[in-house]
């Protein structure tokens, strides 16, 4: 079955006006300003997407897929994420990772759950290992964990200068970096360590630190949680200006966070007004994750649980507050990540030999209409056609 998208506007996520789009077997075979296969002998559907921006597939590199929390007890463990709750989303490439509990839930737990959404026609992949060091792994060590599971693209949460951190030493997450850099040499993966960053007084000292006393790349750092306070973003820009990569999370407010959160369209305005480029930099949601509120005792005060919605939302606001083009803003969820995970060409760009993954919006209120993953239309009119196997229809 092929299928043909016509009449959308295509970022791409660069702008390339508007084209027809030709699909089949999950991939993007033909770009062109107007395909016509009516005489062909070949079964085809057709999507208008006339009025409407079509853009890569969303590409969310920190959603804990397999559920998280447990910072108050068993009682406030967040479920699995359901398939249609990413796709509404836009989110057709997922990274799953794990986090504060590494003791009632395991890399293979989010594993299977990886799988899982992948039967049910999403991308997925996952980063290893959770927030303590030693970290846990599949096999035993990062390294093999990287060469050996296909779904493994680096090593992570890790947390630093949060409470509930292992407190990791420099020489420790040097060790970790540098074995996550060799499985990854050999694996043909990314092998990055993706840092989590708490609201803790040593800020981004240690991966400073780690990178100054080793011969590790900076760029094998990926730090994310960097808009959580003002001072934090701050070292994250000058850590941007040395080399590095930054990720910041969606839905951080001043209003509904710390009062030095923040928000992802400040942040960005901020890096452009220093001269600095976006290409290094991300965003991620922190979806399905629990988003606890701490007291100054370190006590439990309120828990919530994350959503993929702020993601697509404060790229949205950005452009709609003029700080960022459309182009520029969408390829902070598509083309960047994929770049710096080594998904692209593959993923994160519309482009022929590409995956068909596309995410069709309103060319006034970009909001989400049409979803396509590998091919398949997942989301329709604002609606799910496609449900993960124990969701609710």
């Not at 993706?194 to 780690?210: R, T």
């Not at 988003?291 to 606001?317: R, T, Y």
Request: hydrophobic share 40%; charged share 25%.
């Amino acid at each position: 079955m092929f299928t043909v998208v016509k009449n959308g506007i295509v970022h791409a996520p660069e702008n390339i006006g508007r084209k027809d789009i030709l699909i089949g077997a999950g991939k993007i075979l033909m770009i062109s300003p107007d395909i016509d296969i009516h005489n062909s002998i070949f079964d085809y559907d057709e999507i208008d997407a006339g009025e409407c921006l079509i853009l890569p597939g969303f590409i969310d590199q920190h959603v804990h897929i397999a559920g998280a929390g447990g910072e108050g007890g068993p009682r406030t463990r967040t479920p699995e994420i359901g398939l249609s709750e990413l796709t509404t989303g836009g989110i057709t490439t997922v990274v799953g990772l794990l986090g504060f509990d590494g003791m009632t839930r395991s890399i293979s737990d989010l594993l299977a759950k990886a799988k899982g959404l992948e039967e049910e026609g999403i991308t997925s992949y996952i980063y290893s290992g959770t927030y303590e060091l030693p970290t846990r792994t599949i096999t035993g060590a990062v390294k093999s964990d990287l060469v050996l599971i296909d779904k493994v693209l680096g090593i992570g949460e890790i947390a630093i200068s949060d409470h509930r951190s292992a407190q990791p030493t420099v020489e420790e997450m040097i060790r970790l970096a540098a074995e996550a850099r060799i499985g990854g040499m050999i694996g043909n993966k990314a092998g990055v360590v993706h840092v989590h960053l708490g609201e803790g007084k040593n800020g981004m000292s240690l991966i400073f630190d780690s990178v100054s006393r080793s011969d590790i790349p900076i760029t094998q750092f990926v730090p994310t949680h960097v808009n959580r306070l003002s001072g934090l973003f701050d070292e994250a820009m000058t850590f941007l200006r040395d080399g590095g990569v930054i990720d910041l999370t969606s839905g951080f407010s001043s209003k509904h966070d710390s009062p030095e959160a923040v928000e992802v369209y400040m942040g960005l305005e901020k890096i452009i007004r220093s001269g600095l480029s976006l290409e290094r930099v991300t965003v991620s949601s922190d979806a399905n994750g629990s988003m606890p509120v701490f007291n100054d005792s370190g006590e439990l005060e309120k828990l919530a649980k994350g959503s993929v919605k702020p993601l697509w939302n404060d790229i949205c606001k950005a452009i709609h507050e003029e700080v960022v083009s459309i182009s520029t803003g969408v390829a902070l969820i598509t083309k960047n990540p994929a770049k710096i995970l080594k998904l692209y060409p593959k993923k994160g760009i519309v482009s022929v030999g590409s995956d068909a993954d596309l995410v069709i919006v309103n060319k006034e209120s970009l909001k989400i209409e049409k979803v396509l993953a590998k091919g398949r239309l997942m989301v329709d009119n604002e609606q799910p056609l496609a449900w993960g196997t124990f969701e609710k229809q």
